[in-house]
């Protein structure tokens, strides 16, 4: 699985991609043999325990930066390959520029685009505030899961139950949530998908300029 944020020469080189290198990615999957799934069909895969291809890769993008459509979406689009998108609704909701809209989410998920869950503030959810107990800080958290995928079941029509965690973060009792409430969730840590692996823990390769 592989991870993204900007697909853009102009935003931070931590968190970036250039559309030219993320072109060449895309070659390199193509020349290399490689199928490139849906999310959901990897993980449909992982819970029926069924085998996955040696040469699978799957395509996510975290935050919904405008880039992914300008940069990546024409690209995935062209060759007809499915991809995912991890949402953090309330810049969405804000209509940031830098964020795309809902109406762009609609047209991409028409178009092989899985939207899924990045929660609704891009909040540090291992940290408890000054002010929060375990119990009220586990229920902000759980605002944070469940308010964007109202937002996503709203504005789109249907939701996955899938989850990224912001900054790649979580704890045991964040993990119990999600687990709890349904999801598959997905961190920044390296390392190939397959059986036996927790399914509130998944781990994707953090694609940028820097290595």
């Known amino acids: 699985m592989l991870q993204y944020h900007h ?26 043999g490689f199928e490139v799934w849906s999310l959901p069909d ?6 029926a325990s069924k085998p996955l291809p ?31 998108i991890f ?9 940031l520029s ?17 939207i899924a869950n990045h929660t609704h503030s891009h909040a540090h959810l291992v940290r408890q505030l000054a002010e929060e107990n375990t119990a009220t800080w586990l229920q902000r958290v759980r605002e944070e ?9 709203k ?15 979580y704890t045991a009792e964040v993990q119990a949530l999600l687990k709890e409430l349904g999801y598959t969730a997905f961190g920044q840590q390296s390392g190939a998908v397959g059986q036996d692996l927790d399914m ?4 994707r390769f953090p694609m940028t300029n820097v290595f």
């Not at 102009?10 to 290399?32: A, D, G, R, V």
């Not at 990897?42 to 819970?47: C, G, I, P």
């Not at 405008?66 to 024409?74: F, G, L, V």
């Not at 830098?98 to 178009?111: C, G, Y």
């Open 145 to 153: 899961i469940t308010r964007p995928e109202r937002l996503i079941e």
């Open 42 to 47: 990897v993980v449909e895969h992982l819970k």
């Open 7 to 32: 697909v853009d020469d102009k935003s931070p080189p931590s968190t970036s991609i250039s559309p030219e290198l993320f072109e060449k990615h895309l070659e390199y999957i193509e020349e290399n």
């Open 98 to 114: 830098s964020f795309i809209t809902w109406a762009e989410l609609k047209e991409m998920s028409k178009n092989g685009a899985t």
């Open 155 to 169: 504005n789109l029509g249907k939701t996955e139950k899938l989850f990224a965690y912001p900054y790649g973060e």
């Open 87 to 95: 949402v953090a609704t309330q810049p969405v909701e804000q209509k």
């Open 54 to 84: 040696d040469k699978v890769v799957s395509i996510t993008f975290d935050d919904a930066y405008r880039s992914i459509y300008q940069s990546a979406y024409p690209m995935l689009r062209d060759r007809g390959w499915p991809f995912t």
């Open 200 to 203: 509130t823990a998944l781990p």
